[in-house]
T-cell receptor, first 110, second 115 residues
Framework: AQSVTQPDIHITVSEGASLELRCNYS??????LFWYVQSPGQGLQLLLK??????LVQGIKGFEAEFKRSQSSFNLRKPSVHWSDAAEYFC????????FGTGTRLQVFP | NAGVMQNPRHLVRRRGQEARLRCSPM?????VYWYRQLPEEGLKFMVY????????ESGMPKERFSAEFPKEGPSILRIQQVVRGDSAAYFC?????????????FGPGTRLTVT
């Protein structure tokens, strides 16, 4: 069965620091992977997606993610975090339906 | 092009009442998905609909919950005889088609509180 694990419930970083949010998936076939961001009280916005091809995917707002099949991971990265990046981040895998992880809440300190 | 619209944004119901949540997909989108987000949790798939058809309702509770997407008008998620455990944020998403390369566009959600 498909599943997504985000091991970090809450992460705090300083503004300007680098960021990596972890995501591990379980899926039998080639996965279609997504990262979404949710600001408080808002819906979800797609940051980036991986379907095939280059394993390093560029997204909006300066985010990127790398698909590593051997590790069943799709970690999200940003070289320099801005205060406006504070939000909840969800990794998702698409099989017969979209399955979300439980999310990682990012706090950014000035 | 307006995004996915959901209304109401906030809904308060007393136990035993009915809740009706509406979702208008993006223009040109004929596929609608409903998700539920409980506090401190991720989104859980509930149901996938196309116009006048329920395609996958494997995530819907067996009782009290129903969904429709009529030929005309918004998609409706209906919860009858609400209980406290139904308090959650309900999100709707739409896509122009189905298949592995589609993207789902999410609405702002309806936050249901059952008192």
């Amino acid at each position: 069965a498909q599943s997504v694990t985000q091991p970090d419930i809450h992460i705090t970083v300083s503004e300007g620091a680098s960021l990596e949010l972890r995501c591990n998936y379980s899926y039998g076939a080639t996965p279609y992977l997504f990262w979404y961001v949710q600001s408080p009280g808002q819906g979800l916005q797609l940051l980036l997606k991986y379907f095939s091809g280059d394993t390093l995917v560029q997204g909006i707002k300066g985010f990127e993610a790398e698909f590593k099949r051997s590790q069943s991971s799709f970690n999200l990265r940003k070289p320099s975090v801005h205060w406006s990046d504070a939000a909840e981040y969800f990794c998702a895998v698409l099989g017969d339906k979209l399955i979300f992880g439980t999310g990682t809440r990012l706090q950014v300190f000035p | 092009n307006a995004g996915v619209m959901q209304n109401p944004r906030h809904l308060v119901r007393r136990r035993g009442q009915e809740a009706r949540l509406r979702c208008s997909p993006m223009k040109g989108h004929s596929h609608v998905y409903w998700y539920r987000q409980l506090p401190e949790e991720g989104l859980k798939f509930m149901v996938y609909l196309q116009k006048e058809n329920i395609i996958d309702e494997s995530g819907m509770p067996k009782e009290r919950f129903s969904a429709e997407f009529p030929k005309e008008g918004p998609s409706i998620l209906r919860i009858q005889q609400v209980v406290r455990g139904d308090s959650a944020a309900y999100f709707c998403a739409s896509s122009p088609t189905s298949g592995p390369t589609y993207e789902q566009y999410f609405g702002p959600g309806t936050r249901l509180t059952v008192t």
